[in-house]
Nanobody, 124 residues
Framework: QVQLVESGGGLVQAGGSLRLSCAAS????????MGWFRQAPGKERESVAT????????FYQDSVKDRFTISRDNAKNMLYLQMHRLKPDDTAIYYC?????????????????WGQGTQVTVSS
């Protein structure tokens, strides 16, 4: 089993920055593709950014390109999401997800583990 715990969410003004972290524990050697997803009130969960095991390949939702950066440190079992120039539309619960196989970064959806989520609220 793998446990994922997100942190770093909070309230920030539009234009501000936040850095989300996801700590993985347990059978972390089994993790391959990882990603950040978000769900806003009344909306479906959507992919924000995904990353390959080695960190060399990434995929971003169009609305966050050039503002968000996903990264991982496998030695520390950590996943990060650096968010800049935040907008009120970025307000959502952000979830960390991990797969025990290689998934397509753009279309893969079968993630095996999910964190509990961290709230990000961007005020206008």
């Amino acid at each position: 089993q793998v446990q994922l715990v997100e942190s770093g969410g909070g309230l920030v003004q539009a234009g501000g920055s936040l850095r989300l972290s996801c700590a993985a524990s347990g059978r972390t050697y089994s993790l391959y593709t990882m990603g950040w997803f978000r769900q806003a009130p009344g909306k479906e969960r959507e992919s924000v950014a995904t990353i390959s095991y080695g960190g060399h390949d990434t995929f971003y939702q169009d609305s966050v390109k050039d503002r968000f950066t996903i990264s991982r440190d496998n030695a520390k079992n950590m996943l990060y999401l650096q968010m800049h120039r935040l907008k009120p539309d970025d307000t959502a619960i952000y979830y960390c997800a991990a797969a025990t196989r290689v998934l397509d970064l753009a279309t893969g959806s079968k993630y095996d583990y999910w964190g509990q989520g961290t709230q990000v609220t961007v005020s206008s």
